[in-house]
């Protein structure tokens, strides 16, 4: 890898720059090497660190292997109902597709799944779909794709950047990109990457929230930097509260407790003992879940039935049946209910099915997940919304910017059901590689320049919090923010609340303007915390000000005082946001959506 020195700052050459090492960044960043490009991978934290690690639960992919009758179009169907038909119509048809041959291709590379009994890759039942058709290993399957793809990537010989933040982008005189803009997190010193392509793969938004299931790098760092650049963002309203998160103790708050408990047979009760999710089943969901214990039990042992626990509704669905319970005075002790797997399966089972809920329970929290019920609540968890891509290229609205997993919109709609995620990361990651690299193998020689001015823009900003004197501490700040996210954006939500959020969020905004950072460029969270917040203000007004249009509920967004799903009047637009021309705040625009076509249509006749 070869550096060169101009003005003391590293600078580098590649043809698609990959920013972020999770899942949909290392498949995007193999399928543009194996394009041709020069191909480079940015990432926060170390190589394998990625937040796609704790996904626990699978990948959807309508291989067929437990249930022959499954196929892409069923798979089709449940996404784009789980996401309330808000979803980009091609992106769902694409993901349904194409998500078998990526896990197939997966375990050509070398990953571990477990099997059926009869050698075939194993599929259990999650909540949304109609069939079981995650490819799972045990409860750690994200952990698998990052080991298999990490070492994919290594193996290729591609250009790893580990602990390194990007916190600008260029562009060239005619909009299109030309580079990016980071630096080195342990010294502090900057570097310069020259590149006609980017693909941001960066994640989510959860620590703008201040109960999350989110790592540390989840600071919506991709959606900003798109923003900045001048792409638009969608869906921003839609976060999903994932309805188990631990609640106790307190230092594990929000850490994930994976669907496959449900999904191999768990059930919520309240502090009085009861099965309550029977009393919160939808009209849309009836006529497929059980409305009985008995019934609900008997599918566990013979699925052909149809009729599916009410603990396998979407996760929308789950996770407000729990808040719900936690309001009415019927939580448990530490605010959350109670997850019971104890009572159902045996110690054997449930070891052998769900080795890291063990493990994480007993560590954690002293608590036997083969004896005795888990408390859980909802938890910040997954932003549905994120950058505007074309659906089959992944690019946005700025030429050479492209955006995948999480931090891509569309895909989702209005809820994502569990184990989609997995499949998006790698359906969408190779399609932007893809592309990327066919892009820049067209432009020859003609590739775009990256400014001297806009690098040392890029530079004086980001140093500027250490030119301020007695400001404010950026934890402070951070602080206040997640705390008005969690009380006035959560997953209830009312129209004086989301107004009373944007006006903390023009405050906080005001505040950040005066945050000053002490000590060296070495070694100093209170700086990189201090770059972070200017994204995490940027989505946080974004979500705020898109949950106050939207007046409906919808998926992961509920309105308490607009309760009703309005098909006619919101059934049919997307929300848009972009930075206003000053770049000091966002601005909200209304865009259809795109039109299914009518063989697509005839999926959705009969519900």
Known sequence: MSASEQGGMERHQYDVIVVGAGGAGLRAA??????????????????GKA????????????????????????????????????????????HAQEAPERVQELEDWGALFDRTEDGLISQRDFGGH??????????????????????????????????????????????????????WRETGRFIQFDAPAVILATGGIGKSFKVTSN??????????????????????????????????????????????????????????????????????????????????????EDKKNN???????????????????????????????????????????????????????????????????????????YVMGGVEVDADTQESAVPGLYAVGECSGGMHGSNRLGGNSLGDLLVFGKLAGEHAAKKVSGLGANRPAVAPDDVAAAATSAVAPFEVEGGENPYAIQHDLQQAMNDLVGIIREGAELEQALADIEALKERAKQMVVEGHRQYNPGWHLALDLRNMLIVSESIAKAALAREESRGGHTRNDFPKTDHEVWGKKNLVVTLNDSGDGVQLSEKPLPVMPDELKKYFEES
């Not at 290993?137 to 994919?152: A, K, S, Y």
């Not at 900045?228 to 609640?247: C, D, S, Y």
């Not at 769900?354 to 888990?374: C, R």
Request: with cysteine; charged share 25%.
């Open 307 to 381: 009729r599916r626990p009410p603990e396998l509704l979407p996760r929308d669905e789950v996770a407000r049946a729990i808040n719900s319970e936690i309001k009415a005075g019927r939580g448990s002790p530490h605010g959350g209910i109670f997850l019971d797997i104890a009572s159902r399966r045996t110690p054997e089972f449930i070891k052998k099915r769900l080795p890291s809920m063990y493990h994480q329970f007993k560590e954690l929290a002293d608590v036997d997940i083969t004896a005795e019920p888990m408390e859980i609540g909802p938890t910040c968890h």
């Open 215 to 300: 790592s540390w790098e989840y600071t919506g760092d991709g959606h900003a930097l798109a923003m900045r650049a001048g792409a638009a963002l969608i869906n921003m309203e839609f976060v999903q509260f994932h309805p188990t998160g631990m609640v106790w103790p307190p230092s594990v708050k929000g850490l994930l407790v994976t669907e496959s408990v449900r999904g191999d047979g768990g059930i919520l009760k309240n502090s009085e003992g009861k099965r309550f999710m029977f009393d919160y089943i939808p009209e849309f969901f009836k006529s497929e879940t059980a409305d009985t214990e008995e019934e609900a039990d008997a599918w566990y």
């Open 130 to 183: 109609k069939y079981a058709r995650l490819a799972h290993v045990g409860d750690r399957t994200g952990l698998e794709m990052i080991r298999t793809l990490q070492q994919r990537t290594v193996e290729l010989g591609i250009d790893v950047f580990m602990e390194c933040t990007v916190t600008d982008l260029f562009k060239d005189e005619s909009g299109a990109i030309s580079g990016a803009f980071g630096y």
């Open 51 to 94: 937040h796609t690690v704790m996904a626990e639960g699978g990948i959807a992919a309508a291989m067929g292997n437990r249930w022959p009758e499954d196929n892409w179009e069923v798979h089709f169907r449940d996404t784009m109902r789980g996401g309330k038909m808000l979803n980009n119509w091609r992106m769902a048809q694409l």
């Open 30 to 47: 193999i399928a543009a090497h194996d394009a041709g490009a020069k191909t480079a991978v940015v990432c926060k934290s170390l190589l």
